[in-house]
């Protein structure tokens, strides 16, 4: 009866611990179906740990496999990553058990229960941990076979290094107390070093592929920035033209005496001023965003509604007005595509108080992810959330504070910026009105 309740004990420490790591990840079938056949695959081969050095390696190895095998079935995620991942859980297993199997013969006393008992509860609560802290694995995250190898062979060594020592000196009864505490340190050593390498290899390349986006989004925000000015320099040209237009036009009127004529005439005028229909916030480079972000709502069937006065905001460079702005625009319209109804976004801000207060608001109905700095996202990817933690970069630059809010399905962005000593405020300018 007790080696049966093991079993079952050892079979579920063995999936559980693996399941934790891809708990979060999307199945390609039911979960829990996955996790159970996972679960009697461990109880069905259950095979007793080995005091041999050779059927330890092969014990082993074979979790890697089942592991790699189950993911590949039934997670979605890459294949080298999932090779990663099975290493990492297989170290973990193994560690445990020979620190609490040296443990247990460093006193003399053994019980194989209270061994298989203990380990599998550290192995169990060292999945989470490592999982929350760690392996902050996604559905996108990859992994080159470089990478794979840098990861993988140091710390395999270190737990080869592991199983060898102890399997050179397992019968403690027979050496003396310094040789013990020799062997019980090097043991510690080569297991603590097994999973420093793994995490600080997992946080490194977790790190590198954040830097990776960074660039890619500063590339973007960049290229943005430079067609803005040339929708800036073409704006400048299509006022001059309309004002020579709308002079020569108002002389055409005066000259006109045919009535057919005078009616032509007036056409060309109203063309000509719907032509220059376009958003007007007081900051030009803010118009020419908002005029192309307008159009691009406009192409995807979403209504942008915009209210927003931004004179006096020289202050503000033109980047970081493009910065602040393009993520949380972009933002809204990703987040508005995914729903089927009431595609709507709403901008409003101008000065409040001293302040520069600007509010973006669009529903959503995917669910959100929150990363390490408290941010909310409803984007999938090692990247969520990157766009706001470059608005708020922006924001704390100039004092600001940022502030978000999901209220009713409706994602609100709103973030303050405290007025300059060499701003000339005008807060006559402050009301808020929105146009379609």
Same mark, same amino acid.
């Given at each position: ?325 393009? &993520? ?93 000593? &060499? ?5 006559? &300018? ?7």
């Amino acid at each position: 009866m007790i080696y049966f309740i093991m079993t079952l004990f050892q079979a579920f420490v063995f999936s559980y611990s693996f399941f934790i790591l891809c708990k979060k990840m999307p199945f390609k079938t039911n979960k829990i179906m996955a996790y159970l056949f996972l679960f009697f695959i461990f109880y069905f081969i259950y095979i007793p740990s080995e005091n041999t050095l050779i059927g330890s390696i092969l014990r082993y190895f074979g979790f890697v496999l089942i592991y790699f095998i189950w993911s590949s079935f039934f997670v979605k995620i890459e294949k080298k990553y999932t090779l990663f991942l099975s290493f990492f859980c297989t170290v973990l297993m193994g560690i445990w058990f020979s620190c609490f199997q040296l443990f247990f013969l460093f006193i003399d006393y053994y019980d194989r229960n209270l061994l298989i008992f203990f380990s599998g509860l550290a192995r169990l609560l060292s999945a989470a941990i490592f999982r929350s802290k760690i392996i902050l694995i996604d559905e996108n995250r990859t992994i080159s076979y470089p990478e794979l190898f840098v990861s993988i062979f140091p710390a395999m060594t270190c737990f080869l290094a592991n199983l060898i020592n102890f399997g050179l000196f397992k019968n403690l009864s027979s050496i003396n107390i310094t040789e013990k505490i020799q062997l019980a340190s090097l043991t510690v050593f080569f297991a603590i070093s097994a999973l420093v390498v793994l995490s600080a290899t997992e946080i490194y390349f977790r790190f590198s592929s954040l830097k990776i986006e960074a660039q890619q989004a500063e590339a973007q925000l960049t290229l943005q920035y430079q067609l803005f000015l040339k929708e800036k320099e073409k704006d400048e040209q299509l006022k001059a033209i309309h004002h020579d237009m709308k002079n020569h036009i108002e002389i055409l009127t005066k000259l006109s005496k045919i009535d057919e004529v005078q009616e032509y005439v007036g056409k060309i005028k109203e063309s000509t001023e719907h032509a220059l229909d376009r958003i007007d916030t007081g900051n030009i480079v803010l118009n020419i965003l908002l005029d192309n972000k307008k159009q691009i709502c406009k192409e995807k069937g979403i209504i942008f509604n915009t209210g927003i006065r931004f004179e006096n905001t020289d202050f503000l460079s033109s980047m970081d007005v493009c910065s602040l702005f393009v &993520n949380c625009i972009d933002n809204a319209i990703e987040a508005v595509e995914k729903i089927s109804g009431n595609k709507v976004i709403e901008l409003a801000g101008g000065w409040i108080n001293d302040s520069l207060v600007v509010r973006i608001q669009n529903p959503f109905v995917h669910e959100l992810k929150k990363g390490k700095d408290e941010l909310l996202s409803t984007k999938k990817g090692p990247g969520h959330g990157f766009g706001l933690r470059n608005v708020k970069r922006v924001i704390e630059r100039y004092d600001g504070t940022l502030n978000i809010n999901t209220n009713d399905n409706l994602f609100t962005v709103t973030w303050m910026i405290p007025k300059r000593e &060499n701003a000339q405020l005008s807060l006559e &300018n402050a009301q808020l009105s929105f146009t379609n």
